[in-house]
């Protein structure tokens, strides 16, 4: 792949196939850690690491799967690679940053179960056309980077909505989705996009 599909690779899982905006996967920590940008931020940068390392291990797993004749175990494998990595960030997080580690709480072991995660190393292996280590960790890291761009856009607005009049019927969790929702419609417009 030349360096022009690489930049192609980058915007479209930034903005094109962005895994919580055109996907919906991985809304569980999209929702739920998105009150405060310093927390939203953190929690990108979590899901970027276990994403790029989790797309570039895989990758590389996938091939001992396919000489062996046993894809059948992909997921399953896939999943063990990743509750791995989690466990990983887990343990620096609680070392050398404890305030991060508090207010991510249970969020931070759903990376485990997040679906975006499990969806972008899948996809490496599946969809990805041309597929080399390289492809696979660059789209792995740009899907955790569009992960982290809708999740602070998310935060800032959730934080500005704290200095606003809300109608009360709309206060708290209905006016989130009602955001959620605005946002996907942005993002749906870059499909249009031709690369």
């Known amino acids: 792949m030349n360096t022009m599909a690489y930049i192609v690779l980058v915007i479209n899982a930034i903005f094109i196939n962005n895994f919580l905006m055109t996907q919906f996967l ?3 920590p999209f929702l739920g850690v998105s009150r405060k940008v310093e927390t939203a931020l953190g929690m990108g940068f979590a899901v970027i690491f276990v994403m790029g390392l989790a797309g570039s ?5 996938n091939g001992l799967l396919v000489m062996f004749e046993i894809e059948y175990l992909r997921t399953i494998v896939f ?7 989690v466990q990983l960030v887990e343990m620096i997080l609680k070392k050398f940053m404890p305030s991060l580690y508090n207010a991510l709480g249970v ?3 759903l990376i485990t179960t997040n679906c975006a995660v499990l969806g ?3 996809m490496n292996v599946t969809k990805l056309l041309d597929a080399n280590l390289l ?3 660059i789209n792995s890291v740009a899907s955790g980077a569009g992960f982290t761009l809708v999740i602070v856009l998310m935060a800032a607005i959730r934080e500005r909505l704290e200095l606003s009049r809300i109608p009360k019927a709309l206060v708290g969790f209905p006016i989130t989705l009602v955001i959620a929702g605005i946002m996907s419609l942005a993002f749906a417009a870059f499909a249009g996009m031709k690369l």
């Open 107 to 109: 969020y931070l072991p």
């Open 26 to 28: 991985g809304i569980c």
């Open 79 to 85: 999943i063990l690679v990743i509750a791995f990595l």
């Open 120 to 122: 972008v190393a899948i």
């Open 57 to 61: 291990i895989t990758f590389l797993v």
């Open 135 to 137: 492809s696979a960790f």
